[in-house]
């Protein structure tokens, strides 16, 4: 018998339209790491145009914001996210973990 491998991708995705797959929430776990879209795009090697526009889809598509940015003076500012964009975070690095977990089983 062969070996039989489980591939596939998890998201999540909510009633009001988000969709937070692996690589939104690398980019919100850096900017939650970092403080920083600017600096979360230079760690994921995307350009911050990209990151800011994945932003803002992200917060219009919640029914919660997720990334707060503070405009700052000559610094640009800084961002975090909500106890929300926490909540989310954690929920889908839950999610990823246990689907590893099943993929790695034997069938």
């Known amino acids: 018998m062969e070996n039989l491998k489980i591939k596939g991708r998890i998201w999540i995705e909510t009633e009001s ?3 937070i797959g692996i690589g939104r929430a690398r980019l919100l776990q850096q900017i939650n790491d970092l403080g920083s879209i600017t600096e979360a795009a230079k760690v994921l090697k995307i350009p911050y145009r990209k990151a800011w526009g994945i932003v803002k889809d992200i917060n219009s598509n919640s029914s919660k914001e997720i990334v707060i940015k503070e405009v700052g003076g000559k610094t640009g500012g ?12 954690e929920k889908f690095k839950t999610a990823e973990e246990c689907f590893i977990k099943f993929s790695q089983d034997k069938i």
């Open 78 to 89: 800084k961002s975090s996210l909500t106890d929300y964009g926490k909540l989310i975070v």
């Open 17 to 19: 339209g988000l969709k």
